[in-house]
């Protein structure tokens, strides 16, 4: 569907809390769209002092003198009465954090158009930058979706694309395509105030869901294939940050790929700390122990993250070969 519009500049209410949403706002602050407010989740403890914090969005909100809504909920007939008395055109909505009912989602003249981490209708929901790496997806992008009170199931308006490489952590990639939701939020909101954009359905075929991160998933087991392992290391770089048992102490690994036994090498019990080389770790992996994660980059305990070289110089004496990682009263009860 094409609806054409005028091509005045769109007022524009933003509703986002998240760096990644930061990004969509500042693109927008650039365009020659104008936005007329900022909704974010209101003020949470953060910090060993547990200071109430404002959200990244609020932050620069408040920087270009932008009024900002702090709603707990949009579902309350005064919240929707002061979103409504704004008469904007748009409403775009990035990792913002409450669900938008549907009298919501009908108060602008145009609807809500979200910017989601994920080419859809591939991982709709709440983790699609780290699970498209955990799953070894060979590219990720941004779509720009008509929203409908479905969960991340609206027509898509526009996509772009990045590749996933088989170094790329969480981190890079929220911070690429953060910057790919800005721009292509922006384009979308120049197309529709000119001629209209094509709002193509989402297939039924292909829809798979990105659960929310937990720190419990984040501990290793190495009876896992290397190349699992090695895509889960990278997509919970920076959290929740990968990690096994050393002792009574946590090993958080940071990089890695996966690798292969070298000539000779017998397999060794999922877990055991093969010969190192200069710059990794190679630990034994997979159900029979026949395969290798090797890992560049990991932090011990108090320490900070290091490559893998440095810790080997200043600490060789925890990296002892044969010594056995994870816990291994999993399997008891596995």
């Known amino acids: 569907m094409t609806r054409p519009h005028d091509s005045r500049p769109l007022s524009v209410i933003f509703a986002g809390t998240p760096d990644f949403a930061a990004e969509s706002l500042q693109a927008l602050l650039d365009s020659r ?83 989601h981490a994920s080419l859809l209708p591939r991982w709709r929901g709440a983790a699609p930058i780290q699970r498209a790496i955990e799953a070894g997806d060979a590219e990720s992008g941004v779509t720009i979706m008509q929203m409908d009170e479905g969960l991340d199931t609206g027509d898509m308006l526009l996509t772009r694309r990045t590749p996933i490489t088989p170094a790329t952590t969480g981190g890079e990639l929220h911070d690429t395509l953060a910057i790919l939701g800005g721009e292509a939020i922006v384009e979308a909101l120049d197309a529709l105030a000119g001629q209209g954009l094509p709002a193509t359905p989402q297939p039924e075929t292909g829809v798979t869901y990105a659960a929310k991160l937990s720190k419990a998933e984040a501990e290793l087991d190495f009876r896992e294939p290397a190349a699992t392992l090695a895509a889960r290391v990278r997509a919970f770089n920076p959290w929740p940050v990968a990690w096994c048992a050393q002792g009574s102490d946590r090993l958080r690994l940071l990089m890695a790929e996966a690798s292969e036994l070298s000539g000779g090498e017998a397999p060794a019990a999922p877990g055991t700390l093969l010969e190192h080389d200069s710059g990794a770790l190679r630990i034994a992996c997979g159900p029979e122990g026949d395969q290798v994660l090797r890992v560049t980059r990991a932090q011990l305990p108090g320490g900070k993250a290091l490559p893998v070289s440095e810790l080997l110089r200043a600490r060789a004496e925890r990296f002892a070969t044969g010594l056995l990682l994870g816990r291994h009263d999993k399997e008891a009860s596995a």
Do not use: F, W
């Not at 748009?90 to 009912?101: C, E, F, K, R, T």
């Open 33 to 115: 769209h104008r936005v007329i407010a900022v909704y974010t989740q209101p003020d949470r403890p953060a910090g060993r002092g547990r200071r109430l914090t404002p959200s990244p969005v609020k932050r620069l909100a408040l920087e270009h003198e932008l009024p900002v809504h702090q709603p707990e909920t949009l579902r309350a007939p005064e919240a929707q009465a002061e979103l409504g008395a704004l008469d904007a055109d748009i409403m775009v909505v990035v990792a913002y954090g409450l669900i938008l009912p549907g009298a919501v989602l009908e108060t602008p003249r145009l609807g809500c158009l979200n910017v």
